[in-house]
């Protein structure tokens, strides 16, 4: 069972790699660092972590090795060469990728004989080593995970999604998703507002309690909804909605803002209401997403 004295590497110090890996040092784990830059490793080294010359080495040195990397093309790229090396180890990849990517990935860990844990870190690495931060993992061998879980839960809390690698990645851009959407909502109604001159910091306190009372009752209800397959309602109707959407892409055109953001929004509400489901609620727009 590992504890702090047990080594860790990790693999690429950008802004979240060098988050991880200070969090494990400061938790007293001997920790070895590599970045395809040297020079990033200087700060880490400062705080007592260990700087490899190459990435073989980093992964030599410990039976964990993290990577967090820009993308998963180059996951593959620095650690294609390094099979070997990496043969016996667990490796957790916890690089932004797509639930088949994650899949690849596992299928060329275990033809090499290394154990594979996909994961996504819901956090910025401010928040590394907080109690806001938690990260999600999946791969084929649970037991690998428990086994390294109490030196995974230093960088963040822990959340098991399940055997098939590509689960941490499917439920990481679903979360994102979300965040994404109401990103792009807020910088809707901050060009909105502030197309008259109104500050976005006097609109912000309406703006936050909108969106914090409306995720409270749409996330719920609407998965009430998915999960009966029961869409229609008697409180605001996609009929209405559809009605009501040219108001919003006007007040656009005439504030002199580009409609980009939402103008596919009203193409959706057309189809659900031309196929029929004008009486059903938003929640109808989830089975209208799916490709044919
Ligand atoms: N930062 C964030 O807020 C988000 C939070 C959620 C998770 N993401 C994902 O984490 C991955 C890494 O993000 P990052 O913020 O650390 O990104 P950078 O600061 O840009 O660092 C990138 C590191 O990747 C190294 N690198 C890139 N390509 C290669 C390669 N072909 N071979 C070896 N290393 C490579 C790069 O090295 P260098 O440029 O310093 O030499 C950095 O160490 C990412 O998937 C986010 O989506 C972060």
Not at 277 to 291: E, I, P
Request: glycine share 8%.
């Amino acid at each position: 069972m590992p504890s702090t004295s047990s080594p860790v590497t990790v693999l690429g110090l950008g802004l979240m790699g060098t988050a991880l890996a200070s969090a494990l040092v400061k938790a007293g784990h001997p920790t070895t660092v590599w970045n395809r830059t040297a020079a990033k490793t200087g700060p880490l080294a400062a705080q007592g972590a260990t700087p490899a010359d190459t990435a073989k080495d980093a992964i030599e040195a410990a039976p964990l090795v993290i990577v967090c990397l820009t993308t998963n093309d180059d996951v593959r790229t620095l650690l294609a060469p390094e099979s070997e090396a990496l043969a016996g180890r667990t490796l957790v990849n916890l690089t932004n990728g797509t639930p088949s990517q994650a899949r690849e990935l596992a299928a060329w860990a275990e033809a090499h004989g290394i154990t594979y844990i996909d994961g996504g870190i819901m956090a910025v690495p401010q928040m590394i080593a907080t109690p806001a931060a938690y990260i999600l993992y999946s791969g084929t061998d649970e037991a690998a995970f428990e086994a390294h879980r109490a030196t995974l839960t230093v960088l963040a809390a822990t959340k098991w999604v399940g055997k098939d690698p590509g689960l941490a990645a499917l439920h990481d851009l679903a979360l994102l998703t979300g965040m994404y959407g109401m990103a792009a909502g807020v910088a809707q109604a901050y060009a909105l507002i502030g197309s008259e001159g109104i500050p976005a910091r006097e609109f912000a306190p309406l703006l936050e309690d909108w969106v914090a009372g409306m995720t409270h009752a749409i996330v719920p209800e609407t998965a009430e909804a998915v999960d009966t397959d029961q869409h229609l309602t008697d409180v605001s109707n996609l009929a209405m909605n559809r009605a009501a959407f040219p108001n919003f892409l006007q007040a656009y055109a005439e504030q002199g803002l580009r409609p980009d953001l939402f103008a596919p929004f009203q193409g959706l509400l057309d189809r659900a209401v031309e196929e029929g489901y004008g009486a059903d609620g938003l929640s109808r727009l989830v089975t209208l997403l799916k490709q044919d």
